[in-house]
């Protein structure tokens, strides 16, 4: 019997006839409006669990108090994406981000993949 390494090309190839991918990139700007606060010493677990003791007390408001001000951060990101279509289509669309890959591999070879089940 022949080892898999055999057909696994085969089998990849196979897959990869069967699919028409399109790659592109979606431009994004971002702005966020973020809080500045002031920043407490810690030297010890005393003022760790101070810190806690005041930010759960009732009927105060420490975000407030520690607030200085406010900055914008601005930003221009593209993301990449990838649209495939199967000879198969059932004209539903699946929106699939990644895990820890970063190259788009992470549903090649797995046969039947629907994310909602």
Known sequence: MAPIKVFAPLLLAGIAAAR?????????????????????PVESNLDTGAFATRFAEYQNNLTATLLEGYQTMKGSYNISAQYCCSDKSSGKIQLLTHGIGFDKTYVIGQPNFDQSR
């Open 20 to 40: 028409e991918c399109t790659t592109f990139l979606i431009p994004v700007d971002i702005s966020s409006r973020q809080g500045q606060f002031k920043k407490l």
